[in-house]
């Protein structure tokens, strides 16, 4: 059976944020010029949304600028952030401190982002867009100039012996003019374009944070929305860049995260575990006592910042939002620089399809507002490797004295360079789960819908399993069963007793950790069957 082949003038890997707002603002181009631009997006969710996860606090300059009249389209910011709190934790004390600059909410409003994702998606096909979810982009195509020229969906119906079953069905070529990869955070594909076009030569490597996250529904005594709280500190060690946020929605939920930088050195820290320590602080636990946990969620995040952004243009296309690493650290936000990042994409595109080949996204993106907000934040995520009182006050002086000006600019180191070795590390010994407040991974991977067709390849690949014991279990007591927030790889015993490495793939919340933590970059994560995943609502 032969491929499909679609042709349009623009194609879009990945339905988020960035790549919905690219869609949308060529169709308000096109519309302006009387133009007719074929644009497709691909997402590799079962529905747009699907796979959005993060806190959120939203600031709605990219919107304001994209619909102005979002409020009368019905947009789903309806609970403005009016009370911020931020906590420093002890681990049975707690001291409010004074809220920073960048973490001032006035104007911003908590979302659910998967929700306002979804509300993109309605404007965007109203515009004209054609959106396929459960479409996952697996192969990049090249012309013969070996300029991109599109992208393959993956196969459906390919047995895990890697033959075809009588499901079978062959991916579908989407070709385009202009391509751009809008994957999130350590795309599969992005991550290709980078080594083929060399995009990371000469910039930092890119960093990232893991966030572990949960929504819960409250009695209406402990809700009050509009209430944002962050804490640092404990559970957290002061050599290990961290903490947690406690956003109030409407209707009596309340979202709770920890996002962990990974960087952290002791193999035995678990992101998961240390949430789920988190909620039983004398602080946070009347918060959550008598609700009821509805969904849970897990993503990686850029936080490399501005030393790490990669070269964004590539023959063919561009990269946009998370795929190029746009979060603001300080501020704790990104789906507007990830926004407005598209914007400025499709406004370069519209030029190139008019007529300018040669017009620079890269060039645009310095004009936006996007460059001067994370030049001035640039320093400080990079001081937290000095441990946390030592950045605190570094930040201070960043942010009001220096005010992001600093006349240097600090170094980043890959966050698979920095575990100890597990015979030198203190283990961390975690209290056991009451299935209440604190719960286990696989209860906790249940409520995030998470499904995968279970006659399919594994897409979790080893380059080489000996590495799995030689290296990560030997040196590091395999952290990746620690890391990984679903529980997906496990040492277990053979018949000889020897250690083994399982991999439970069907539990993958493609959250992508293992791709970036593992210490010999031995794990390549890549996209499963179109529409596999997870599926969060209202997350």
């Excluded at 006592?289 to 995040?301: K, P």
């Excluded at 960043?398 to 597990?422: C, I, M, S």
């Excluded at 991974?441 to 819908?449: D, T």
Aim: glycine share 10%; aromatic share 10%.
């Amino acid at each position: 059976m032969q491929r499909e082949t679609m042709t349009y003038d623009v194609l879009i890997v990945g339905a988020g944020p960035a790549g919905l707002a690219a869609a949308i603002r060529l169709k308000q181009l096109a519309a302006e010029a009387s133009r007719e631009i074929s644009v497709c997006v691909i997402e590799k969710g079962s529905e747009v949304g699907a796979h959005i996860l993060s806190g959120a606090v939203v600031e709605p300059r990219a919107l304001n600028e994209l619909f102005p009249d979002w409020r009368e389209r019905g947009a789903p910011l309806v609970t403005p952030a009016t009370d911020d709190r931020l906590l420093f934790l002890t681990k049975a004390n707690w001291v409010r401190l004074p809220t920073p600059p960048q973490m001032h909410n006035s104007g911003n409003y908590i979302v659910s982002l998967g929700n306002v994702t979804r509300w993109l998606g309605r404007q965007a096909e109203e515009l004209g867009v054609e959106i396929y979810p459960g479409f996952a982009g697996a192969e990049i195509l090249y012309s013969d100039d070996g300029a991109v020229a599109g992208v393959a969906t993956g196969a459906m119906g390919i047995g895990k012996d890697g033959k075809e079953t009588a499901n079978y069905q062959p991916g579908v070529e989407l070709r385009a003019g202009q391509t751009l990869f809008a994957e999130g955070c350590r795309g599969s594909l992005t991550k290709l374009l980078f080594a083929r076009f060399g995009l990371r030569d000469g910039v930092d490597p890119q960093t990232f944070g893991l966030g572990v996250k949960e929504l819960w529904e409250v009695p209406e005594a402990q809700h009050h929305a509009g209430r944002v709280i962050h804490t640092i500190g404990w559970p957290l060690d002061w050599g290990t860049y961290g903490g947690a946020f406690i956003y109030h929605l409407e209707n009596r939920q309340v979202a709770i995260g920890m996002v962990v930088g990974l960087d952290y050195k002791n193999p035995f820290l678990s992101p998961f575990e240390e949430l789920q320590r988190f909620k039983t602080h004398p602080a946070i636990r009347p918060i959550f006592e008598g609700g009821r946990r509805v969904c849970y969620g897990a993503r990686a995040m850029n936080e490399g910042g501005f030393q790490s952004i990669p070269k964004v243009d590539f023959p063919g296309g561009l990269v946009i939002g998370a795929s190029a690493g746009f979060m603001n650290v300080p501020k704790i936000k990104g789906s507007h620089t990830a926004m407005k990042s598209g914007m400025v994409a499709a406004e370069t595109i519209f030029r190139r399809l008019s007529g300018d080949p040669a017009a620079s996204y890269r060039a645009a993106l310095e004009r936006s507002w996007i460059w001067p907000e994370l030049y001035a934040v640039r320093n400080i995520r990079p001081s937290f490797r000095w441990g946390l009182p030592l950045a605190l006050a570094y930040s201070a002086l960043d942010t009001y004295v220096l005010r992001g000006h600093a006349p240097w600019t600090f170094r980043q180191h890959a966050d698979n360079t920095t575990l100890e070795n597990a015979r030198l590390a203190k283990p961390i010994v975690y209290p056991k789960p009451d299935g209440k407040l604190t719960f286990d991974r696989l209860s906790s991977v249940f409520i995030s819908n998470t499904n995968h067709e279970e006659n399919q390849p594994p897409h979790l690949h080893l380059r080489d399993p000996e590495v799995a014991i030689d290296i990560n279990y030997r040196l590091y007591d395999s952290p990746e069963q620690r890391y990984c927030p679903a529980g997906v790889y496990e040492i277990v015993r053979v018949g000889d007793g020897e250690p083994r490495l399982q991999i439970n793939a069907q539990n993958c919340v493609h959250c992508k950790t293992c791709d970036i933590k593992d210490p010999t970059q031995n794990i390549d994560w890549v996209v499963p069957e179109g529409g596999g995943g997870p599926n969060y609502p209202n997350m």
